[in-house]
């Protein structure tokens, strides 16, 4: 599944760490080890000896996926852009965003409850025709 996901979003826990920076670290493993599994699992790899850096092989990951990481400290947001191994968010701005959404349309907030919900959630987008058999004449949109 991570090796077909295009946006992957991961979200800080500071229920599990007593400070911002261990919260960050934690961000920080789980991103990179998504790229190592990306970077595995990829049917560009070839077996043996690779002469290119991880950092390399890190952003060449990063070029098939977004992984967008909170980050809570902006200390930690200078090891993240110099790396250039995923898009950040720092937490005030991640609020700031969710607000502004609710803020224009107020439906919103029940879909931003669901995706930031406690209990682990799956969401896989799809484009219409690979789900149903409909023949697309015209721009079609939920907006009408």
């Given at each position: 599944?991570?090796t077909?996901?295009?946006?992957?979003?991961?979200l800080?826990?500071?229920?599990?760490?007593?400070?911002?920076?261990?919260?960050?670290?934690?961000?920080?493993?789980t991103?990179?080890?998504?790229?190592?599994?990306?970077?595995?699992?990829?049917?560009?790899?070839?077996?043996?000896?690779?002469?290119?850096?991880?950092?390399?092989?890190m952003?060449q990951?990063?070029?098939?996926?977004?992984?967008?990481?909170?980050?809570?400290?902006?200390?930690t947001?200078?090891?993240?852009?110099?790396?250039?191994?995923?898009?950040?968010?720092?937490?005030?701005?991640?609020?700031?965003?969710?607000?502004?959404?609710?803020?224009?349309?107020?439906?919103?907030?029940?879909?931003?409850?669901?995706?930031?919900?406690?209990?682990?959630?799956?969401?896989?987008?799809?484009?219409?025709?690979?789900?149903?058999?409909?023949?697309?004449?015209?721009?079609?949109?939920?907006?009408?």
């Open positions: 599944m991570l077909l996901s295009q946006q992957i979003l991961i800080a826990d500071e229920s599990l760490e007593d400070s911002v920076v261990h919260s960050d670290s934690r961000s920080l493993a991103l990179l080890l998504i790229r190592d599994i990306q970077e595995a699992k990829s049917p560009l790899r070839y077996a043996g000896f690779s002469h290119s850096s991880w950092i390399r092989e952003q990951a990063s070029d098939k996926s977004i992984i967008i990481s909170e980050i809570l400290d902006s200390r947001r200078n090891l993240v852009s110099v790396s250039r191994i995923s898009d950040y968010v720092l937490s005030n701005e991640l609020v700031s965003m969710a607000l502004a959404m609710v803020a224009e349309d107020k439906q919103i907030n029940r879909v931003l409850e669901e995706l930031f919900a406690e209990e682990v959630l799956l969401l896989a987008l799809s484009q219409l025709h690979h789900l149903a058999r409909i023949k697309i004449t015209a721009c079609q949109s939920f907006f009408l």
